[in-house]
């Protein structure tokens, strides 16, 4: 995949029957008490240390929702708002309600990107191809090579946001060629080829796949191991990214982070006990059992 036209999609025909709506969509009523998190409204409104411009990414309004003061603020997982003792930095729901809101509007109106009744809903993207061609290459030794590809991700990524994704941003907070260009060309975002990092990489993928890759990038951030160091910069790949610790963390876990879903009950615990006791799946750890792409 080279360009937008290449990227692979999926849309629902919106024709009666749940099965027909996004399962992000209000209609499906599956995220009203989801609101996105401290991390990614830290890293586009410029205030993460790897991307540090104290200023809003122009991606923002069309991946994530601002608060009632016009900021983008997010919550820490199983902290909710602790952080936020101003009632006006809590974020809008996904769907553009107000924080506390959780029922679905009547129609998606308000709604923004992949939250609508019936998105265009990437699953592959020319975006992310280049993404992983920046990493590979990076890893490699092919500096240049890297950033190219690393560039023309992050600029794919905001072609595509643009193309598809403008219903619903209010026209002040839309993108325009200057902002993109700024953007392009601030080194603190897009460096150069020497001092390009795989924080750079990485971070700038996990924006444009955020979402809607959720599995692939659950994949990328295992394989870091959440809070891997760049042996480079002795910094964390995903700089600032701070998964739950201590009583955060269920009990049988016992203090080790997640690796894996659980199979179904209804299935592989019915059907294939063989096999799962070979896998040591009845473990009450097993979630926490590293993948073999995690694995060195």
Known sequence: MQANNENTNITWSNAGGTGTYSYWSPYRGN??????????????????TQFPTNSVDPRAPY????????????IRPNKGSDLLTNVNERPDNFW???????????NDDACRYIFKNAPIFPIMTAAEIQF????AMLRKGDRAGALVAYKKGI????????????????????MNDTQR????????VVPSASNLTLSHIMMQKYIAMYGWGVTEVWVDMRRYHYTDLDPVTGQQVY???????????????????????????????LYNVDELNRLGAFAPDYITKECWFSKP
């Open 239 to 269: 700089r600032e990214f701070a998964p739950p610790t201590g009583i955060d963390l269920y009990t049988n876990n016992l203090g080790k982070w997640i690796y894996r879903v659980r199979p179904r009950y209804n299935s592989e615990y």
């Open 155 to 174: 600029e794919l990524n905001i072609a595509e946001l643009r193309a598809n994704y403008e219903t619903s941003v209010p026209a002040v907070l839309r």
């Open 31 to 48: 995220i009203g008490v989801l609101r996105q998190s401290k991390f990614i409204a830290d890293l586009m409104s410029g205030i993460n």
């Open 132 to 135: 992983i061609k920046a990493e």
């Open 181 to 188: 260009d700024a953007f392009l060309n601030n080194p603190t």
């Open 63 to 74: 991946i994530i929702r601002e608060n009632p003061l016009g900021t983008y603020k997010g």
């Open 96 to 106: 553009g309600g107000a924080f506390a809101i959780t029922a679905a509007p009547g």
